[in-house]
Every structure is written in structure tokens, then in C-alpha cells.
């Protein structure tokens, strides 16, 4: 057992110095926006008792200072003024000084008093009751001016003060009641002190709702500026703009859902048999939820082994996630007192990485247990980070009926799911099995539409700007995802058999590319290697091929696209029955951890 372990109450207050540092400037940022507003309108309630007076303009207009990418406006006065007999000369236009582009309250108001001052005509300004030097030509309040303001306001104070609050009020991972042993590191984890794990779905809740509500109160300025480009600057390229405020939308719809789903099901935890889970053992346990059983209610559930890490420099730092490995079943259900009960076993293979207790750093473990089950109205959808520890321990409570009973269901969908992905021709004593282009083709579409705008940006920069080593290198990278996209949709792959060799064709458009032989005879093992993963809906999917090895150590490849490790077991299944190979060895490949993974792990 690994057993690594770090100093709680060092790593925790770290981890709140560099939160705080983080949030305060957020916060301030907040705190000037909120002192701003609540001095315009106390002046403006202030001003509401001021008294009219007739004012004779000596200089009036606006001012304009081009800036890098807009312009600013400020209108401006000089006037003079009696009062009792009193001669007074002043300069305050409106309530907030400086210039803006807010509207156009700027050039309007100065537009008008520089008319009036053409004119000859007299304005009317408000004079401080007590104070009668003090006056003002415009009391009212900007109310767009103050929602602009507002905006920066909720936006980064509210960052700040939920970031301070996060990172002050929580007990953190690592706590200094939990004992912290050799034999027992899962308990340095606050979360990790019994067999009852709970989910991250409140949390998921509220972080759909405050990345929501961000993005939603960034982008609403947007519609206006938008407005103003389109239809006073005839600039419809603008209109791209509006993309922004639809993802806020989506952003919002996503958040109610997480809503909808935890006010349905509630915390649902999950109680770990054995606990903690077993590397070289099981991963099993029991779920209790408050929905009415149903036999045709089928719950999915996933088991990844996943490395998180920091990717990228500088500010362009960013957490990143790669599976290790992966397992797909199907719960075993019965009713219960309170809905429908769980109950799942996974058998864990042995040399996977443990769980890291303390899950911080630029490295660590992890492992997350994924619940899914599509139901009328919200679907079931809960995510648990789970203990799991090279102990070789096996469930106590969970038969070995019920566990075959589940895995075989499993297999019988998977099986399901291979005939959609292979297509199997016989013609005389040949047969193909046919691997279509098109696969994962939402993905690669993303890639190639993604890569495609990166080419065609830095195609624009090189020939309207002249920009040609930033533009030279959007256009290699975007055309380079573009090709590779473009490759992984187009590709198909051909296996035959014949009765005396199995060939491997790879086309590309239904062009040969690439062709490769082995004798049936010569045949040793099956090899399965997750070739690539995804995310989707935030949720890890790895995808593995299944290469035949023969005795002279060659390879060749005989399937792809397969989904998870039980899906290339159901795809070896299919090509040992097709392909004439009987019990043939397996052996499993894990991913090969990358240049950067590598490097993290080592510093």
C-alpha cells in the first residue's frame, strides 16, 4: 500500500492564503463598484431638495477620447449663476464625473447645452440649499450607467466573497480530527470516515448555478452593444456576439436541470462494500433511492481510475483528467422501504493506482463512481469520489449469484451495442466485418468545425494583417486538428477471413490505405489498448481497440470503437465467434501516460 500522505494543516492553510490572495482583488473590484452606486444615488437623494436657479453658459460641449478599441464622451460646462444677490460661477455637469460610452447621456447632454449656448438661451441648474456654491446642471440618475456598474458589482465581488467564503468555511479533504496512519490513508479524508461516501450532486448544483449566473451577468451587456454595432454602425459581423448570451441560456437550462434532478432524488449516498474499495479486489456497495421500483429501470454504472492533473503555463493553467481504466455494469435493483435499492460489485484488477487522500497538488488519483439511469422526466445522475486502496479485500455482503447475474446483463447490452458498430458480410466462405466511417462522429465533427475556424482566423490574419508568424501558426495548429478530425471520421477498417489468413484493410473515403496479414495458425492472443477518450456531458468515456498478436509478435488491428473495457471484451467476443479463434488469451494494455503526465508525476 502507498500510503502517502501530507501534512493536513500546512497544506489547508495554503491552500486558504492562495485563495484569499485570489478573491481579494475580486472583492474589492466589488466593493468599489457598490461604494460608486450607493454615492450616486445618496447624492441624488441629497440633491432632491436642491433649489432651481437660472444659469447664463459660458462654455459648453462634450470632450472625446479615442481609446484602443472605443471611444469615450464627456460632456461639459462652465456657467454662472446668482442667487440672493450672489454671484457664483460653476462646472458640474451631472452626478457622476469623468467620461463614459454608456448611451449616449454624454454627447446628448452636451449637445444640448452647446446649442443652448449658441442660442443665447438661459438653462436651469440646482443649487445646494446650505451651500450656495455647490450646484449641478443634471441631478437625475443614470440608471444604465449604475446596471453597468452593477454588473462588475455581482460579478467579480461575487466571485471574491464566494471564493473567501469556500475556502474559509470549508474543513478541506485533510482534517486534523482524522487520523492519519500508514495503514489507514483514506482517513486523512474528511469525507472518507465511514463505508457512506455521499455524491457531489448539491455541490454540481450550486456550481451549475454560480457559473451560470457569471457568464449570465458578463454577457448582459452584450445585447446592447450588439444593438448599437448592428443598427447604428451597420456592423452585422457583430452579431456573432450573440452566441455568448445562448450559451448563458444554455448555462441556465443546464442549472435548473442539475436543480430538478437533486430536489427528486436527494443525497442518494452510497455505502462502499468493502470499504474502502479493493485494487485486486472489489469496488462494491449499495445505493438507497426514493425511486419506485421498476424492473425496466436500468441503472448504469461506471468505475474509473482517473489522474488529474495541471496542464498548460501561466495563466493559461488548467486541471485536466485522463482515465486509466474503466469498468461498465448494471446494478442489481429490488424495492426497498423508501423506492429502489442498488446494489453493484466490480471486480477490480490488480496494479491500478490508489486513491490519493488529499486531493490537491498537480498530481493526483482519484477515483469516481458514476450512477446513470434515464427515467421519465429527469434522469438519475450521480457522480461519487471513492476510496480505493490496494488492500485485496472482497465484499461481504454481495453475493457472487447477484455479481454474475449483473455482469452478465451487462454483457448482453454491450453485445448489443457491438452489433451496432460492426457490420458482418458473407459472401461464399468469406467473411468481413465492417468497421463504417462515421465513428464517434459528434466528436470529430467538434474537432474538424474547431480546427477549421483556427485555419481560417489564421488564414485572415496573414492576409488582411500581415501577420504572418501568428497567423502562420492558427492556421498550422487548426489545420492540423482539421486533418486529423477529418481523418478519424473518414476512416473505416475491412476484416476477412477466409479460411486461411485474417487481412486487415484501413480505407480512407473507401480508399485502401493500408493492408495487413495473419495466419489463423499463427495466431497467439487478443490485445485490448484504450486508443482514445473523450468527455461527455462531463463524464469520461474511453475507447479501445482490439489488435490480434501472432506468435511472431505481429500486429494487426481487428477492431475500434469500442466503448470501455466491457465493450472491447463484447467486440473480442464477437471477432473469436466470427473470425474462428475459440478461447483465444486476452491481455489488456494500459494508456500510456503522456510527455506532460509524465513530467508532473516526476517534479
Not at 480530527?177 to 450532486?201: E, F, G, K
Not at 455482503?397 to 458473407?426: F, N
Not at 466528436?443 to 483556427?454: E, H, K, M, Q, T
Amino acid at each position: 500500500m502507498k500510503g502517502r500522505t501530507k501534512g493536513p494543516t500546512k497544506g489547508r492553510m495554503k491552500g486558504r492564503i492562495i485563495g484569499t490572495v485570489f478573491a481579494l482583488p475580486f472583492l474589492g473590484v466589488g466593493i468599489w463598484m457598490l461604494w460608486s452606486i450607493g454615492s450616486t444615488c445618496h447624492d441624488a437623494w441629497q440633491m432632491s431638495r436642491w433649489q432651481p436657479a437660472e444659469a447664463r453658459l459660458e462654455a459648453a460641449g462634450f470632450k472625446r477620447k479615442s481609446g484602443d478599441n472605443s471611444d469615450t464622451y464627456e460632456a461639459y460646462a462652465r456657467y454662472s449663476y446668482s442667487v440672493s444677490g450672489q454671484s457664483f460661477t460653476g462646472e458640474r455637469v451631472s452626478i457622476a464625473a469623468g467620461g463614459d460610452n454608456i448611451g449616449d447621456f454624454q454627447k446628448n447632454l452636451g449637445s444640448r447645452l452647446a446649442a443652448a449656448m449658441g442660442r443665447g438661451e438661459r438653462i436651469t441648474v440646482w443649487v445646494e440649499p446650505d451651500d450656495w456654491s455647490q450646484s449641478i446642471v443634471d441631478r437625475s440618475i443614470r440608471w444604465e450607467l449604475l446596471g453597468f456598474k452593477a454588473i462588475f458589482m455581482l460579478v467579480f465581488g461575487g466571485v471574491g466573497l464566494v471564493v473567501l467564503i469556500a475556502v474559509w468555511s470549508a474543513p478541506g479533504k485533510n482534517d486534523e480530527s482524522a487520523p492519519a496512519t500508514d495503514d489507514a490513508p483514506w482517513l486523512q479524508n474528511a469525507d472518507w470516515q465511514s463505508p457512506v461516501i455521499r455524491s457531489d450532486a448539491k455541490s454540481a448544483m450550486r456550481g451549475a448555478w454560480l457559473f451560470a449566473a457569471v457568464w449570465s451577468l458578463i454577457c448582459a451587456p452584450l445585447p446592447f452593444v450588439i444593438y448599437r454595432e448592428v443598427v447604428e454602425k451597420q456592423n452585422s459581423l457583430a452579431l456573432v456576439g450573440l452566441l455568448f448570451p445562448i450559451v448563458g441560456v444554455g448555462l441556465l437550462v443546464w442549472a435548473i436541470r442539475r436543480t430538478l434532478e437533486w430536489r427528486r432524488f436527494g443525497a442518494t449516498p452510497v455505502v462502499l462494500d468493502p470499504y474502502p474499495g479493493s485494487i485486486g479486489g472489489h469496488v462494491g456497495g449499495s445505493i438507497d433511492t426514493r425511486i419506485p421500483f421498476s424492473s425496466a429501470n436500468k441503472f448504469l454504472l461506471t468505475l474509473t481510475n482517473l489522474h488529474s492533473y495541471m496542464s498548460g503555463s501561466g495563466d493559461s493553467r488548467s486541471r485536466r483528467e485522463k482515465a486509466l481504466w474503466q469498468d461498465e455494469l448494471v446494478a442489481t435493483t429490488e424495492a426497498s422501504a423508501g423506492g429502489t435499492r442498488l446494489e453493484f460489485r466490480f471486480d477490480v484488477p490488480d496494479g491500478l493506482d490508489e486513491s490519493d487522500a488529499e486531493h490537491s497538488g498537480d498530481s493526483y488519483r482519484l477515483w469516481r463512481l458514476s450512477v446513470r439511469a434515464p427515467l421519465q422526466g429527469t434522469d438519475f445522475d450521480r457522480d461519487f469520489t471513492v476510496p480505493v486502496y490496494a488492500t485485496a479485500t472482497t465484499s461481504e455482503h454481495l453475493a457472487d449469484r447477484d455479481a454474475q447475474s449483473a455482469r452478465a446483463e451487462r454483457d448482453a447490452l454491450q453485445d448489443e451495442a457491438v452489433r451496432g458498430i460492426v457490420r458482418i458480410e458473407t459472401h461464399g466462405i468469406r467473411k468481413t466485418l465492417v468497421y463504417p466511417m462515421g465513428s464517434n462522429l459528434y466528436s470529430n465533427l467538434a474537432g474538424f468545425v474547431i480546427g477549421s475556424v483556427f485555419a481560417a482566423a489564421g488564414g485572415y490574419l496573414i492576409v488582411s494583417e500581415g501577420m504572418i508568424f501568428f497567423g502562420g501558426t492558427f492556421f498550422a495548429v487548426g489545420s492540423l486538428i482539421a486533418l486529423i478530425a477529418s481523418y478519424m471520421m473518414l476512416k473505416s477498417l475491412d476484416v476477412s477471413w477466409d479460411g486461411t489468413s485474417i487481412v486487415a484493410v484501413r480505407r480512407w473515403l473507401g480508399i485502401p490505405i493500408a493492408r495487413r496479414a495473419i495466419r489463423p495458425s499463427d495466431f497467439e492472443h487478443f490485445e485490448k489498448i484504450s486508443e482514445m477518450q473523450s468527455q461527455i456531458g462531463g463524464k469520461h468515456v474511453m475507447y479501445y481497440k482490439v489488435l490480434g498478436v501472432d506468435r511472431h509478435a505481429n500486429r494487426l488491428t481487428l477492431g475500434e470503437g469500442f466503448r470501455g473495457e466491457a465493450g472491447a471484451d463484447a467486440g473480442i467476443r464477437l471477432l473469436a465467434r466470427e473470425l474462428g479463434l475459440g478461447r483465444a488469451k486476452v491481455v489488456s494494455r494500459p494508456p500510456r501516460a503522456t510527455f506532460r503526465e509524465r513530467l508532473v508525476d516526476h517534479s
